[in-house]
């Protein structure tokens, strides 16, 4: 399977400062998830967001999907240093078995 | 609480050893998936389950088994591990005809 994309890989702001994270991808999709991962640890669901949605908010978090450009853009707002982890999106693709993941982008949150 | 255990956490061994990796999850979800996470290369799926008996090949399963007797067993078998099987191992599930998948905190195997 083809991997989705993201960018930027690494992501450094200060504490309290938004942080935006891009993931594009190659086929049609259902929908598209975003995950967070600390640390070398297990991933954790963040938001899923469907083909037919164009914007979701779920907290601090506030997730975009343009499907004509096949892309979805992840913001988080007042960012903590709890942010600080690994952000991966994954989408569906053309299966319900299978999901196509991004690389993921690190993001640091500076005290 | 619901979860997703995976045992050993840690496991350094020598190619050519067979070893288990198990995977357990305590909330009847039907589909189980193992991942294998490597720097720079996000999640490649190793194997997935739909249900008992019923496995498909992900990916990346070249060196790997599985078996699903049971649904809250989902466990992964290398027979014959080689260095490049070196990596982060994660396994996770979900329930039928949801999308959300839950996983397991991963597995460092180290292959010498």
């Known amino acids: 399977s083809q991997q989705g994309e993201e960018d930027p890989q690494a992501l450094s702001i200060q504490e309290g400062e938004n942080a935006t994270m891009n993931c594009s991808y190659k086929?049609?999709?259902?929908?598209l998830q975003w995950y967070r991962q600390n640390s070398g640890r297990g991933l954790v669901h963040l938001i899923l967001?469907?083909?037919n949605e164009r914007e979701k908010h779920s907290g601090r978090l506030r997730v975009t999907l343009d499907t004509s450009k096949k892309s979805s853009s992840l913001l988080i707002t007042a960012s903590r240093a709890a942010d600080t982890a690994s952000y991966f999106c994954?989408?569906?693709?053309?299966?319900?078995?299978?999901?196509?993941w991004g690389a993921g982008t690190k993001l640091i949150i500076k005290p | 609480e619901a979860q997703v255990t995976q045992n050993p956490r840690y496991l350094i061994t020598v190619t050519g050893k067979k070893l288990t990796v198990t995977c357990s999850q305590n909330?009847?979800?039907?589909?189980m998936s193992w991942y294998r996470q490597d720097p720079g290369l996000g999640l490649r799926q190793i194997y997935y389950?739909?249900?008992?008996?019923?496995?498909d090949k992900g990916d990346v399963p070249e060196g790997y088994k599985v078996s699903r007797k049971e649904k809250r067993n989902f466990p992964l078998i290398l027979e014959s591990p080689s260095p490049n099987q070196t990596s982060l191992y994660f396994c996770?599930?979900?329930?039928?005809?949801?999308?959300?998948?839950?996983f397991g905190p991963g597995t460092r195997l180290l292959v010498l």
């Open positions: 994954a989408t569906d693709g053309q299966s319900n078995y299978q999901l196509i």
């Open positions: 909330m009847n979800h039907e589909y």
């Open positions: 967001i469907r083909s």
């Open positions: 996770a599930s979900r329930p039928d005809g949801q999308e959300t998948q839950y």
């Open positions: 389950s739909m249900n008992v008996e019923v496995t």
């Open positions: 086929t049609s999709i259902n929908n």
